[in-house]
């Protein structure tokens, strides 16, 4: 009972860092059509919010690794909640200038402190209590990643979106200070939400400070000889699971980024009416999809169950692209559900038989999530070039394909020549 106890706290506190990182990046369909509004970008350059947040993920990945290794967990998480606080306070004096490079800088900042959280807190929470209960622990822990997902659209279109939006010859007719204070207005609306991120983070670093964590000393004799390198890629069931994880990160991040855009494009719904949707209807049937889909696999191999998933994730995307009005995007909302499986699907596969190098295949599979960074941007390029973000849809369609493969064929295990 005592050991229990002892356990508690520090799961509980761990477990939060969870909901941190999928707010971070449930956010971003936020952000985008407002920074859209308030700094006046084309679709391309409000994609770069996505590259920000996927860029620090890819850059910090390897750093953040090699500072928890020389300084500990519990320092490594508390260093990534510090950077996850400046990030969140830069918001603030960005939101005054309404000078969007610095709202990139905010967010990449951000992104930084949440890699030292990813990094530190799947493999910390499995330490944190009965080695036999590990696996149980990571799945609710988990969770909360879904709890993050659904909440983070649903609050920003409460506190971030003003539902304030005019037409482009509207703000045409508006004088010099009119379109100056109108976009302050916008900008503005950011301040408090995340003053109230940063301050939440700061009471979380102080209790991670004065809880006193369980120490943990590494196995050496398991990575013994290990060393990073593209040798690894001689099993080409990793090397399509990387490729596969490119693009399905990408097909994620795009759907979402521009399903506002996209709800408005097709039916002229309202800004925070498609917010809710997102995070009401297809966030929460992506959180739902992972517990109907840990069930499936009891009965259907997850390779197979994989592919289905993608041909299905196809055909509503056809639609999507295809049709009109309520029918496009509800097609759309439905994709999430079978999107909840593809990540950890493909990364279970990908590991799966390669021993001692398991640690070094999860690296490359950790950073192949820059795909998140360049799928928005070639949809926003699209969307620009042609007046449609219905059209540049058709680029997470394609990304399918290249999970549709690695469920079809793949994942089996063999040597590459």
């Given amino acids: 009972m005592q050991t229990r106890n002892k356990y508690l706290l520090p799961f509980i506190l761990v477990t939060s860092l969870f909901f941190f990182w999928a707010f971070l990046h449930n956010l971003n369909p936020i952000l985008i059509p407002h920074l859209k509004k308030a700094c006046q970008l084309s679709d391309l350059q409000s994609a770069f919010i996505d590259s920000a947040v996927y860029f620090g993920y890819f850059l910090i990945a390897v750093p953040a690794g090699l500072f928890i290794h020389r300084f500990g967990y519990k320092k490594g998480i508390v260093f990534g909640l510090i950077l996850y606080a400046i990030g969140a306070l830069l918001f603030i004096p960005a939101a005054s200038t309404r000078e969007y490079f610095f709202f990139l800088t905010a967010l990449f900042i951000i992104a930084s402190g949440a890699t030292f959280l990813e990094t530190v807190a799947n493999p910390y929470i499995t330490i944190l209590g009965d080695p036999a209960t590990a696996e149980q622990r990571l799945n609710f822990a988990q969770s909360f990643n879904g709890v993050g997902a659904v909440l ?23 004088s010099p200070d009119q379109l100056n204070n109108y976009l302050n207005f916008e900008s503005s609306t950011v301040k408090v939400p995340y003053l109230i991120m940063a ?20 196995d050496d004799s398991l990575t013994h000889g290990t060393k990073f390198s593209l040798k690894i890629f001689q099993y080409s069931h990793l090397k399509w699971a990387v490729i596969a994880q490119f693009f399905y990160v990408g097909a994620q991040v795009g759907m979402g980024s521009f399903f506002i855009r996209f709800s408005r494009y097709v039916m002229n719904l309202p800004e925070k009416e498609a917010a809710y949707r997102w995070g009401y209807i297809a966030m929460l049937g992506f959180m739902l999809g992972r517990f109907a889909g840990t069930f499936l696999m009891r009965y259907i191999k997850p390779a197979r169950l994989l592919s289905l998933y993608a041909v299905i994730n196809i055909l509503l995307l056809i639609i999507g692209v295809t049709a009109d009005g309520a029918v496009a995007v509800n ?24 021993g001692e190098e398991t640690k070094i295949a999860s690296s490359f599979l950790v950073m192949s999530i820059i795909g998140g960074a360049f799928t928005p941007m070639l949809m926003g390029w699209i969307s620009d070039v042609t007046g449609s973000i219905q059209v540049a849809y058709i680029v997470p369609l394609l990304c399918f394909l290249a999970v549709l493969y690695y469920g079809w064929k793949g994942y089996k295990i063999k040597m590459a020549k």
């Avoid at 983070?152 to 509207?170: M, Q």
């Avoid at 004065?210 to 590494?218: A, S």
């Avoid at 097609?331 to 390669?354: D, E, N, Q, R, W």
């Fill in 152 to 174: 983070a659209p649903i609050l920003g279109s409460k506190f971030i979106l003003s539902g304030i939006e005019h037409s482009k010859e509207e703000l045409q007719q508006m």
């Fill in 199 to 218: 301050c939440v983070i700061i009471v979380v670093i102080i209790l991670f400070i004065i809880t006193k964590l369980p120490e943990v000393k590494e």
């Fill in 331 to 354: 097609s759309v909302m439905a994709a999430p559900f079978f999107m909840s499986i593809m990540f950890p699907t493909i990364f279970a596969l990908g590991i799966k038989g390669l």
